[in-house]
């Protein structure tokens, strides 16, 4: 708590605090310090979505996956920091303030698991859970030069993480660990998943796939520069290394599909109304966001037939990636198109549904805050395979960038390993990126 004392003013990581243990249990993980993205159930803890409206909200019971850890012993020390209703792809609100990057204070940490990677990354929480949709663990892990886990969709249950006791998304929407190490994740993965009974077996160095190429979408010159420096070291780690994608995985149709899909769900929880007024209003953020926006207001017109037939495509998809990973590999792409920026206000708001208007800027040329953001994450959203955020080296303001090690479905614990392989190989090579914040 001495160190939360002393940073967190700061940073603004941690919103809320809990000074008391909620258990006594003398479990694997007794005492270890935790938080949880405010976001989550715990009962008796207020959890406020980052909305004034739900600043008072306790829920009357804890998310099956943090009820794990509790069981073996984890104290929730405190709640971490989210734009309001986890909707945007930075990390500030009206009730707690802005998160800054413990990297260099005026950039951003990526949202919308902000507060948590930022509070991990700076050492104030052993361990953060968070939530992702559609890039919400993994932005803010690359930008913050952290590790985190997104398991294989419905791999653990997902009660507890939305307002008002609402029914959980049916798809996309996952909760996962941060972390400082690849054997942080494991510990963590070890604990929140339920036992397979299965052995341990010899870890297997999977063949590496790697890409930058997202469809149309324009990416950083460091991040390429990152990539490659990468796929030679680890090359001549003695890992098979090639660049290369699924030839029938088309990153344009599936953030389309991606957009149908969350688009209907999410907006099963908007009254029509509402929905048909978001739409009107979304019209010129849709025109200036091809790759997200726009897939999004086709899922909220709600049309049950393009629903079912996106899900067809959702599956063909990810037949795709399983064919292409084969028996032991892994695919290796960018989070985000563009690096760590400064802090950027939104040029609209309505009750945490914000626009961007004004434009990020990749090498030199304007890119849409949305497009650029979620071009490499929500085609794998959409696909359920599990992914490692990994750092991978930093940029040329010394910010993090960070790689989506994506692996078979149901294998996290292979993933995991190849990431603290590949962690390792980065540190022989004595690249900057792991000297500690």
């Known amino acids: 708590m001495d160190r939360i004392n002393r940073l967190n003013p700061k940073i603004n990581a941690i919103v809320a605090t809990n000074g008391k243990p909620l258990n006594d249990i003398a479990g ?17 803890m207020a959890c406020t979505f980052g909305s004034e409206q739900h600043k008072d909200f306790r829920p009357s ?26 909707m945007d792809f930075q990390c500030s609100n009206a009730l ?26 700076a050492g104030l929480s052993f361990l953060d859970i968070g939530t992702d949709l559609s890039g ?26 939305m307002a008002n006791g609402a029914a959980p998304l049916r798809h996309f929407a996952r909760m996962g660990p941060i972390a400082r190490t690849p054997e942080d994740l494991d510990l963590a993965w070890t604990h929140m998943s339920e036992p397979t009974g299965e052995t341990e077996i010899e870890f297997e ?47 344009k149709r599936a953030r389309r599909i991606f957009g149908e899909i969350m688009g209907f ?59 292409f990973l084969g028996d ?38 304007p890119a849409n805050y949305f497009d650029a953001l979620t071009s490499f994450v929500t085609p794998i959203s959409l696909t359920g395979h599990p992914v490692v955020t990994l750092p991978l080296g930093l940029d040329r303001n010394g910010l993090p960038i960070g790689a989506q090690l ?3 479905k149901g294998q996290e614990r292979h993933l995991i390993q190849t990431a603290k392989f590949l962690h390792d190989v980065s540190k022989k090579a004595d690249c900057p990126m792991f000297t500690r914040v």
Not at 28 to 44: E, F, M, R, Y
Not at 219 to 232: E, G, P, R
Not at 265 to 274: F, W
Request: proline residues 7%; charged residues 15%; hydrophobic residues 40%.
């Open 28 to 44: 694997s993980l007794a005492g270890l310090p935790i938080t949880v993205k405010d976001q989550i159930h715990v009962q008796g």
């Open 265 to 323: 769900e999410t907006g099963e929880l908007i009254p029509a109304p509402a929905r048909l007024l978001a739409r009107l209003f979304g019209r010129a953020s849709a025109l200036r966001s091809p790759a997200f926006v726009a897939n999004v207001m086709l899922g909220y017109r709600h049309n049950q037939k393009r629903y079912e037939d996106a899900l067809v495509e959702k599956q063909v998809l990810s037949d795709a990636v399983d064919a």
């Open 136 to 161: 919400s663990l993994r932005i803010p892990a690359s930008f913050c030069g952290v590790f985190s886990l997104l398991p294989t969709e419905n791999a653990l249950p997902n009660e507890g993480m």
């Open 205 to 251: 160095m999977p063949d590496i796939f790697w890409s930058v190429d997202s469809g149309g979408i324009e990416v950083c010159d460091s991040i390429l520069h990152c990539f490659d420096t990468a796929a030679i070291e680890w090359r001549k780690s003695g890992f098979q290394v090639s660049q290369g994608q699924p030839e029938q995985f088309d990153f």
């Open 61 to 86: 019971q804890t998310a099956p996956v943090v009820e794990r850890l509790l069981s073996a012993g984890a104290h929730v020390i405190g709640r971490t920091n989210l734009p309001p209703f986890a």
């Open 406 to 408: 994506i692996g078979k």
């Open 96 to 121: 707690f303030g802005t998160t800054k990057n413990p990297w260099n204070l005026d950039y951003t940490t990526g949202g919308s698991s902000g507060g948590g990677a930022a509070a991990v990354a």
């Open 328 to 365: 032991n590999g892994v695919w290796v792409l960018p989070v985000t198109a563009v690096s760590a920026f400064k802090h950027m206000a939104p040029t609209s708001d309505r009750n945490g549904v914000r626009d961007y208007a004004n434009p990020l800027f990749i090498n030199g040329q």
